[in-house]
């Protein structure tokens, strides 16, 4: 465990306000009536099938979405968050987040994400962090427009464009037009795919493999053929065991996905892999420079020109 922990690590797969923790979202949720349901949805969590369980941690990001209602405390969700990810001595974090408004548009989107990337650079010497904007399955394609606009304002710091949210909404095809644009764009994307037993899921895994992104997030539920696809064309997994299955000799990234909102750390979700699959030191040591290598592929692949700057991996380090 102590050596899951003292390991430098990578977290490519952190959706921002998943990570709260627990106490601040106590401290956040203003009335009884709220504490008393999130009482209530933990004790529900530990029951349920796939999607009775996925539908109660959309509920808590209901409730979590209704308390978080100003820039202070989104400044310090990022804040705790590095805070935590420094602590379980992470190098590099890919922070992804829906950017949104508040006060009725008052504060506009573009705050939200200046908040939030000004607070990284002030983590700047401790933790070298950026920045993925996520579309959320159940906007508009207009709102998943200004979101890729935001991205491409606020490039180099944001590396990247995500699909998230609610998995029984299945709403790949729509936003498809925006994901082609991020593309010729030539900026990163990373879908959240397979996360429901559906045969409705398992159509949308085809759409979204045909589209060939950066990278996947999750990918529980698949067919063999999709399997072999994924394999075949070497697309980087980023993998969240605490609810996902491990799949070894593949581009992966080991991840946490809402660290605050389900209780676990990078570290932690390494030393259990450690014990399920019995992996070595060595293995777990191979596993996260080939994490950095496949990150690093991919940004040259984004911005060649810093190809200059970048040093070899020494592995004896
Ligand atoms: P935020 O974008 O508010 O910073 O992070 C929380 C949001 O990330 C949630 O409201 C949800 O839309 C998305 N999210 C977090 N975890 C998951 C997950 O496991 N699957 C999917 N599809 N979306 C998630």
Same mark, same amino acid.
């Given at each position: 465990?102590?050596f899951?922990?003292l390991?430098?690590?990578i977290?490519?797969h952190?959706?921002?306000?998943?990570?709260?923790?627990?106490s601040?979202?106590?401290?956040l949720?203003s009335s009884?009536a709220d504490?008393?349901?999130l009482d209530?949805l933990d004790?529900?969590?530990?029951?349920g099938?796939?999607?009775a369980?996925?539908?109660?941690?959309f509920?808590?990001f209901a409730?979590?979405?209704?308390?978080v209602t100003?820039?202070d405390e989104?400044?310090?969700i990022t804040r705790?968050t590095?805070?935590?990810?420094i602590a379980?001595?992470i190098m590099?974090?890919?922070?992804?987040?829906?950017?949104?408004s508040?006060?009725?548009?008052a504060?506009?989107?573009?705050s939200?994400v200046e908040a939030?990337l &000004? $607070?990284m %650079?002030?983590y700047?010497n401790?933790?070298?962090?950026?920045l993925i *904007?996520?579309?959320?399955?159940?906007?508009t !394609?207009?709102?998943?427009? &200004? $979101?890729? %606009?935001?991205?491409?304002?606020?490039r180099?710091?944001?590396?990247g *464009?995500?699909?998230?949210?609610?998995?029984? !909404?299945?709403?790949?095809?729509r936003?498809l037009?925006v994901?082609?644009?991020?593309?010729q764009m030539n900026?990163?994307?990373?879908i959240h795919i397979g996360?429901?037993p559906?045969a409705?899921c398992?159509?949308?895994?085809?759409?979204?493999?045909?589209?060939?992104?950066s990278?996947l997030?999750?990918?529980?539920f698949r067919?063999?053929e999709?399997e072999?696809?994924v394999?075949?064309?070497?697309?980087?997994?980023?993998?969240?065991?605490?609810?996902n299955?491990?799949?070894m000799?593949?581009?992966?990234?080991?991840c946490t996905d809402?660290?605050g909102?389900?209780?676990?750390?990078?570290?932690?979700e390494?030393f259990?892999?450690?014990?399920?699959?019995?992996?070595t030191k060595e293995e777990?040591c191979?596993l996260?420079?080939?994490?950095?290598?496949?990150?690093a592929?991919?940004?040259?692949?984004?911005?060649?020109?810093?190809?200059r700057?970048i040093?070899?991996?020494d592995?004896n380090?």
């Amino acid at each position: 465990r102590r050596f899951c922990q003292l390991l430098p690590k990578i977290e490519l797969h952190a959706h921002l306000n998943g990570c709260i923790r627990t106490s601040t979202f106590r401290q956040l949720l203003s009335s009884t009536a709220d504490q008393l349901r999130l009482d209530a949805l933990d004790k529900e969590f530990q029951s349920g099938d796939t999607h009775a369980r996925m539908a109660n941690v959309f509920e808590k990001f209901a409730l979590l979405r209704s308390c978080v209602t100003n820039l202070d405390e989104i400044r310090r969700i990022t804040r705790e968050t590095l805070e935590d990810f420094i602590a379980d001595h992470i190098m590099y974090v890919e922070l992804r987040t829906r950017p949104r408004s508040f006060d009725n548009g008052a504060i506009p989107m573009s705050s939200y994400v200046e908040a939030i990337l &000004e $607070t990284m %650079k002030q983590y700047k010497n401790q933790i070298c962090s950026r920045l993925i *904007l996520s579309i959320d399955r159940t906007q508009t !394609v207009d709102q998943a427009m &200004e $979101t890729l %606009k935001l991205a491409e304002r606020y490039r180099p710091d944001v590396v990247g *464009l995500d699909l998230s949210g609610d998995p029984n !909404v299945k709403s790949f095809e729509r936003f498809l037009p925006v994901f082609n644009l991020a593309k010729q764009m030539n900026l990163p994307t990373t879908i959240h795919i397979g996360e429901l037993p559906d045969a409705e899921c398992l159509r949308e895994n085809d759409l979204i493999l045909d589209f060939k992104p950066s990278r996947l997030g999750h990918f529980n539920f698949r067919t063999k053929e999709q399997e072999q696809r994924v394999i075949k064309e070497q697309i980087p997994l980023e993998i969240c065991p605490t609810s996902n299955l491990l799949t070894m000799k593949h581009p992966l990234a080991i991840c946490t996905d809402d660290s605050g909102l389900m209780d676990c750390r990078l570290s932690s979700e390494i030393f259990d892999l450690v014990q399920s699959f019995r992996i070595t030191k060595e293995e777990i040591c191979e596993l996260m420079l080939q994490t950095c290598r496949t990150t690093a592929a991919i940004a040259l692949k984004s911005h060649p020109q810093y190809a200059r700057h970048i040093t070899p991996i020494d592995p004896n380090r």
